[in-house]
Structures are given as C-alpha cells and as structure tokens.
C-alpha cells in the first residue's frame, strides 16, 4: 500500500530514546567553556546539534524516505564552506565519523547510525567550535503515505468540501473537488483547474482592494478528517511548490472535528506548516508559517509570517519550484518549531493546541491572489512526494533539540 498507519514498535522505540537521558551533553556543559587541546588549540564551546527524524532530503527528483536518524550541526555566525566534523562516542573517545561543509545557514546535516554525537568546526581565529552531545536513534513513523498507488488512497484522504468560501479568506469563484489533484508516478499533484460545471460563466469578486472577475475554478483539499489524527510529534511532507501565482500551495493541520473553541488556542488551531504564493517579481518568494486561532464573530488571531531565512535551503541558482525539500514541524506541549530539511526557520511558543489533530494538503485560489492568475497559469501544480508523521516521540526530541 501507499499509505498505511505504523503503530507498532513506536513505543518501544520511544522509550528507549525516553531512557537515554541528556546527561552526556549535560557533564559536557559543566566543564570549561574554554580549553586547550594538546596541541594548543583553543576549544570553545558552541554551536547546535539536534537529532531529528529524516526531514533532511532535498533534491530535483522523487525519492523513497528512509528510517535512518538525522543530526544537523548549526554554528553561528555562519561560514559558508568551512568544514563541520562528526564524532561519535566509541567507549569513552569521540572518533571522527563524517566530514561535511557549512551550508549558507551555518549548518551541516548528516544521516547517522544509533549513537551519541557531536560537532565541531573552526572559528575565523582558528579556534574550535565544538556543540554539545545528542543521542541519534531509529525513527519509526506512525503514519506514512508514498502515494505509490495509482490514485489517492480514499481510505487515508478525504476530499474535504469548501464551496466557494472561507471565514478568514473568501473564495467567491473556487470551489473544492476531486478532479483538481491526481497521483502520478508516485508524487501528488495538487493543482487549480476550471470549473467544468460553469465554463461558460464568469465570477465577480471583491476584495479590499477592489472587485475582479475570474473564471470559476476547482481547487485541491484533502485531509486526513476521517482516518488519522494525533496529538503532539512531528509532521513532514516532501513537496516542490507551484511556480504560478494566484494560487498557494499548502501542507497543514486542523483540530478534529474542524472545530475551534473562541479565545481557546489549547482546544485547537490551525497549524499551517508551509504555505507558497507563487512566484514574485523581485524573485526573493518563500515559505510561510502560520498558527490561527479565533476569537468570538471568527476574528481570526495569527502568528507566523513569510521567513526569508527559508531561502537559504534553496541550491545555486534554483527556484521552489525547482526542487522537492523536506517542511517539517516539531509541535509540542509548549511550542512548534518550523523546519525546512531539517534547519530551523521559526519557533512559536503561542497559541499551542494541546488537541488532537489531521493533516491537509491543498492548492487553494482565495479572493484576494485572483487578480494574479492567468490563464496559461492554472494549469500549474504543487508535487507531493510523501508524508509522513512521527506520533509520541516530540518529547525525545526536544530533548535531544538542546542547545550545546
């Protein structure tokens, strides 16, 4: 199957990562901050290691997940190309393992083995940056979808009906319908099509900024409604935006029953992991993130915004819609921390649902993008290659998400 739930084995796995608790990098913290090595290199503590899922995978193509354990090295400030080591703890010795360089974030990922790890680099005086210590494991995901299946499994996604509008962002001349999305060699793509039903008419909207006509449209909703939800962990999906703007591409999650509680954050929110408007004429476009909740008459409350930093995950001269990248969120009891292959981009300790809730991948036209939508752009999709959630084990992981 394509889609499937994977439930065993998780809590096991969850407490062992539970049991190996953070004391190697805490006895690390209380030595010195500053050192000499053996041959008189100065070592300084710094820098951020997280051990993480494999949320690391970009790349031009469709590619299978994998369960291997990830860790991203992180020093700051940046040195774009100066080598990071691995090391691992062997016994009572760290001994190099992996040799990477400094992306334009600071960082380097690399996929590990079950372990403990650090890092380190060098500062521009020729010091040695080393980070804290992280306990690296097997992940084992508790929902997982390939879409490897020639169409979308109706058992895992439904096909959630919005016609023609929305509280927050009005969508007069769109409506929500099955024909808009397909599978195709193994990647979802979500798109915005006409609406076969009204080819022959036109729809007037209005907005803020003025009134527009636009052909009436099908866009792509589907959501995990009626088959998965869960409560806390961390959501993945591997995605290659649309390049095309008045329409916005979107992986993100709802409260169970899509209800909402006014003033009430903690009963459920809307948890937008990336959204993509499109291209921009500056060419600086990227990722955003966004948590609602409501107050009283569906005055909505937002946190979040568009995150430049983002871009910094993009390879020479690409483009979003270039390329597939891994957005996760690490969403737990006391914040949501927002990732782009696995470097960290926003963290959000406001409005934190402590609800049970579903995941929706969709390809929205709202009133106020219409006005940027050409005909020769409908055609344009979003291309989904996997999703994939970690139930239960967000605890396991802020605890390794210490910083060093």
Known sequence: MSARFLRTGLFLGLAVALALPMAPAQAEKGEQSKRKSSDQTIVVRGGTLVALPPVVQPGSSPAAPSNTGQVVATFDPARLGRAVLLERKVGGDWRQVARKRQDAWGSAAFATQPGTYRARTETDKGHELVTGSVVSRTWAPTFEDTFTDAAVSSSIWNDQKREHESVYAPRTCARTDPAAHRVEGGVMKLGVALDPTLVDQRCQYTTDTGAGEQSFLITSQIATENSYAFSHGIAAVRMKPQ???????????????????????????????????????????????????????????KHGGLFKDARQSLSDGASWWDEFHVFSVEWTPEAYVFRVDGREYYRETNAVSQARQYLVLSMLASDYELAELTADEIGDTAQVDWVRVWDGTSMAARKASRKG
């Open 243 to 301: 390049q095309a703007r008045g329409m916005h591409s979107g992986f993100w999650m709802l409260p169970e029953g899509s209800k909402f509680t006014d003033g009430d954050p903690a009963a459920g929110t809307e948890i937008d992991i990336m959204e993509f408007f499109g291209e921009t004429p500056n060419g600086r476009e990227t990722i955003g993130s966004f948590v609602y909740y409501y107050e009283a008459d569906w005055v909505a409350m």
